[in-house]
């Protein structure tokens, strides 16, 4: 079993930067890759970004290429997205998510684990 605890969500203006960071403890040796998913209000809940645990392969979804960067810290176990020229409608809950599985990085029924979720408001 894996734990996850996202921290850095925070309201920011349009244009504005912040940073998520995901940290993982438990079996941490089983993962193969980690992600972040959004849900806002009323919505699915939509892929953001993923990673492999081992190798640099990323993936982003269409609406954050170009703005959001996923990165990670074996050593602290920790994952990262940072998120620049950020628009109100990236206001969501991002959640962090792992799997032991290396298949299906941008599904979210791909990932067995899940963080809490940690709030991104950003206003206009």
């Known amino acids: 079993q894996v734990q996850l605890v996202e921290s850095g969500g925070g309201l920011v203006q349009a244009g504005g930067s912040l940073r998520l960071s995901c940290t993982a403890s438990g079996r941490t040796s089983s993962i193969s890759k980690m992600g972040w998913f959004r849900q806002a209000p009323g919505k699915e809940r939509e892929f953001v970004a993923a990673m492999y645990w081992t190798i640099s392969n990323t993936h982003y979804g269409d609406s954050v290429k170009g703005r959001f960067t996923i990165s990670r810290d074996n050593a602290k176990n920790t994952l990262y997205l940072q998120m620049n020229s950020l628009k109100p409608d990236d206001t969501a809950v991002y959640y962090c998510?792992?799997?032991?599985?290396?298949?299906?990085?941008?599904?979210?029924?791909?990932?067995?684990?899940w963080g809490q979720g940690t709030q991104v408001t950003v206003s206009s």
């Open positions: 998510a792992a799997s032991e599985l290396s298949s299906g990085p941008m599904l979210h029924n791909a990932y067995r684990s």
